[in-house]
């Protein structure tokens, strides 16, 4: 599982079944537990990671997600970067939009998401791809 990695340096994990989904949330529960990350920040943060992983597996036919430690002189916090070379998104407002989904869900992944962490991009171009990086800050 999670045991035994090197927090040292930035972790690298597929994204191409839902067990790649269940291990991507064992992985950013590692890292914010090792940046001590509260409880409840914990558990954001790795729901926000579920929702953007399930939206890389289902939208963007696969990816990869990095979980890097950084350090802004005053706190630590977990960076999760998001990579995949689906579709894209045409209308990343609307993507961003409660409620809005292309895929028969609840559409409230994306907003969810930008709403439990404390930075929030996207890079997108459609027929390119779409990279999503969040970021959770200790407090
Ligand atoms: N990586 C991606 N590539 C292409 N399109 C995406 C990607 N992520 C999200 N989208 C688009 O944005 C829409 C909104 O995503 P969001 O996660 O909010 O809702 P959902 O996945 O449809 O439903 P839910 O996450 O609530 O089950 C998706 O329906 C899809 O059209
Ligand atoms: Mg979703």
Same mark, same amino acid.
């Given at each position: 599982m999670t045991a035994g990695i090197d927090l040292?340096?930035?972790q690298a994990q597929a994204i191409r079944s839902d067990e790649d989904v269940v291990r991507?949330?064992? !992985?950013v529960r590692a890292v914010a537990v090792a940046v001590k990350l509260s409880l409840v920040d914990q558990t954001k943060l790795v729901t926000a990671a579920s929702e953007l992983a399930r939206n890389t597996l289902v939208?963007?036919?696969?990816? $990869?997600v990095e979980v890097t430690i950084? $350090?802004? @002189?005053?706190?630590?916090g977990?960076?999760?970067?998001? =990579?995949?070379? +689906?579709?894209?998104? &045409? $209308? !990343? $407002? %609307? &993507?961003l939009t409660d409620?809005?989904?292309?895929g @028969? +869900?609840?559409? !409230?992944? %994306?907003?969810? &998401?930008?709403?439990l962490v404390d930075e929030f991009d996207i890079q997108t =171009?459609? +027929?390119e791809g779409t990279r999503i990086t969040v970021t959770k800050w200790s407090r």
């Open positions: 040292g340096r930035p991507v949330r064992q !992985l939208y963007g036919g696969g990816g $990869d950084v $350090d802004n @002189g005053v706190r630590r977990v960076r999760i970067v998001f =990579a995949d070379s +689906g579709p894209g998104i &045409a $209308d !990343l $407002d %609307l &993507a409620g809005y989904t292309t @028969g +869900g609840l559409g !409230l992944g %994306l907003s969810g &998401a930008r709403r =171009a459609v +027929g």
